[in-house]
């Protein structure tokens, strides 16, 4: 789950993370209050999306007065930000954060990720902080620090001595890196995070203080049952409505940019539908894994959500039946196509438990899929059908 920076700076200040003075504003009036109260000109105004390249995209001002805090905030509130994240359509900006301007004497990235290929929890930081971080890592990564840590031993202090000594901090801000970075840490294992981030982490110019401009969190869905509070964090309005509706019934549902919808249980067979789709020349307008123990009710939402997509001109249906059985698969698919008005062509590719019964179900429905007996001939047919 992501959540905003105003929402990731306010998880920051209880860990004694410093941020600058601020608030959020979900309204002109609101963010001239707030520049008032800080008091210190410029201030910025930050769109809040679930997107990073907000700069680079508009979506971060400065404000002279007031007024113009005002004036900045009526202009972005309502409108898109199109940014390499957000993809063509853009994200709209409901809020926007409202900060004091901070005199910067160096800007550093911090970061930490679950690295998932070591089984560790993975510290990565660099000297070229900024927006252009990214293309820094691509061009030149040897400019990025990296340290594995064991999560059964722990951050030590000779980790953060190390990743202090290669950003070559000076004496007077050495000892405030290690605690941002310990509480960093903390609050990443704390809140079970995939990923924590700042960038830039700022020493100020007149104060050597370490301050987090920007802020980035995302938390393990699978862990939100034990951080109830942060549920509250989540924006569904920055999500795809499909999407949304896909987790009320516990589908594994991403929409994607393609134009074949797909139906699969099971994550790898999944990766390998899509695969399939693309090598057919065509490209997948989602991800759906329905599971193993999806019920007749659950089988019936995944499917009508897939036509709900109206990208979708083709939908693959790939079933191995184990768990699910091929009869479960019939009936909710039965049901979804009684209760649609279905005028795109479907290609059935399934087998497994219970297959006579299900190809019984679907035969007797008057629903009239196209069957095929294999991958190869799925690739083939979708090709044709997709006009690939």
């Known amino acids: 789950m992501r959540i905003h920076e105003y929402q990731a700076k306010e998880l920051f200040r209880r860990y004694n993370i410093n941020i600058p003075y601020g608030g959020i504003a979900f309204d002109p009036d609101e963010a001239r209050s707030i520049a008032r109260r800080i008091g210190r000109f410029p201030v910025v105004i930050k769109a809040q999306i679930h997107a990073g390249g907000r700069g680079k995209g508009g979506g971060v001002k400065l404000a002279e007065s007031t007024d113009e805090a005002y004036s900045l905030t009526h202009g972005l509130i309502g409108t898109k930000i199109i940014t390499s994240q957000t993809g063509p359509g853009g994200k709209l900006v409901r809020k926007v954060l409202v900060e004091e301007k901070l005199e910067t004497d160096k800007e ?124 509250e964090y989540r924006d569904i309005e920055e999500e795809d409505p499909l999407e949304v509706e896909a987790s009320r019934f516990n589908l594994n549902y991403i929409k994607m940019d ?86 795109i062509p479907v290609v059935i590719r399934m087998d497994g438990t219970n297959i006579e019964e299900g190809r019984r179900i679907l035969y007797g429905s008057g629903f009239k899929p196209i069957y095929v007996a294999d991958l190869k001939a799925a690739a083939q047919k979708i090709s044709e059908l997709a006009g690939a």
């Open 108 to 231: 550093l990235y911090l970061g930490i990720v679950a690295d998932r290929k070591t089984s560790k929890i993975l510290i990565m930081a660099s000297e070229a902080g900024g927006i252009d971080i990214e293309d820094e890592a691509d061009a030149m990564p040897e400019k990025i620090i990296r340290v594995y840590i064991d999560p059964n031993i722990g951050l030590q202090p000779f980790h953060c001595r190390k990743i202090a000594f290669d950003l070559k901090l000076t004496s007077s801000v050495w000892e405030q890196f290690v605690l941002i970075l310990q509480n960093l840490y903390r609050l990443f294992t704390d809140y079970d995070c995939s990923l924590v981030e700042i960038n830039p982490l700022v020493v100020t110019a007149k104060q050597s203080i370490m301050t987090a401009l920007d802020a980035k969190i995302e938390i393990d869905d699978n862990a939100l049952f034990r951080h109830r509070g942060i549920i």
């Open 258 to 343: 393609g134009n074949v919808g797909n139906m699969v249980n099971g994550a790898g067979l999944a990766m390998a539908t899509m695969d399939i789709i693309k090598l057919a020349g065509a490209k997948p307008a989602n991800f759906l894994d329905v599971g193993g123990g999806t019920t007749i009710e659950m089988v019936e939402k995944g499917f009508r959500l897939i036509l709900r997509d109206k990208d979708v001109k083709l939908v693959f249906i790939n079933i191995f039946g184990g768990i699910l059985r091929c009869d479960v698969l019939a009936k909710g698919i039965v049901q979804a196509v009684g209760k649609t008005d279905l005028n």
